[in-house]
Antibody, heavy 123, light 106 residues
Framework: QVQLQESGPGLVKPSDTLSLTCTVSGGSISSYYWSWIRQPPGEGLEYIGYIYYTGDTNYNPSLESRVTISVDTSKNQFSLKLSSVTAADTAIYYC?????????????????WGPGTLVTVSS | NQLTQSPSSLSASLGDRVTITCRASQDIISYLAWYQQKPGKAPKLLIYAASTLQSGVPSRFSGSGSGTDFTLTISSLQPEDFATYYCQQLNSYPPTFGQGTKLEIK
């Protein structure tokens, strides 16, 4: 059973860089796509980006100028950096796996999620 | 690609049949997923490919639709079904989510 766990500071100062790591257990990171999604308190879900174990990435255009996602296959981890944060970046940050389900066509839903970690941007 | 869910909130009783609608601003064929989120928890995948039930999800959940109009139906509400439900399009990047439908006990 694949499990994901986010880790990192829960409080970040405005204009600083938010850094989170997701550790994957119960399976190898060297397959599938791995993603970050966030949810401001009481609000909906926003896709941040994904990374493949080869290092290929895709970012949400709304955040692309500030986001970097990286992978460390030796540790079965992937990481998120979000620069120049403001209060609007306060959210629960989830890491998730993009599953692969094929039956003729192929579908990539988010099938495994970490429990999420609240990051507050405040001085 | 914007997704609009309706209603935004819904009150229902145990045993009721409920339907939640998700409308896409563009044709997404059948590239739609549904998630359930309980307070303080991560979303859980219920359905992908508009109508395919994820392994382990009870059969009282079903999905239908294609193109721009989709529905999630719960045939007989159980206590554990009271939660917020999100649709998500998988047709194009960035993937986007509906705003959510909060299902509450009447």
């Amino acid at each position: 059973q694949v499990q994901l766990q986010e880790s990192g500071p829960g409080l970040v100062k405005p204009s600083d860089t938010l850094s989170l790591t997701c550790t994957v257990s119960g399976g190898s990171i060297s397959s599938y796509y791995w993603s970050w999604i966030r949810q401001p308190p009481g609000e909906g879900l926003e896709y941040i980006g994904y990374i493949y174990y080869t290092g290929d990435t895709n970012y949400n255009p709304s955040l692309e100028s500030r986001v970097t996602i990286s992978v460390d296959t030796s540790k079965n981890q992937f990481s998120l950096k979000l620069s120049s944060v403001t209060a609007a970046d306060t959210a629960i940050y989830y890491c998730a796996r993009l599953g692969l389900y094929c039956s003729g066509d192929c579908y990539y839903p988010f099938d495994y999620w970490g429990p999420g970690t609240l990051v507050t941007v405040s001085s | 690609n914007q997704l609009t869910q309706s209603p935004s909130s819904l009150s229902a009783s145990l045993g009721d049949r409920v339907t939640i609608t998700c409308r896409a601003s563009q044709d997404i064929i059948s590239y739609l997923a549904w998630y359930q989120q309980k307070p303080g928890k991560a979303p859980k995948l219920l359905i992908y490919a508009a109508s395919t039930l994820q392994s382990g999800v009870p059969s009282r959940f079903s999905g239908s639709g294609s193109g721009t109009d989709f529905t999630l139906t719960i045939s007989s509400l159980q206590p554990e079904d009271f939660a917020t439900y999100y649709c998500q399009q998988l047709n194009s990047y960035p993937p986007t989510f509906g705003q959510g439908t909060k299902l509450e006990i009447k």
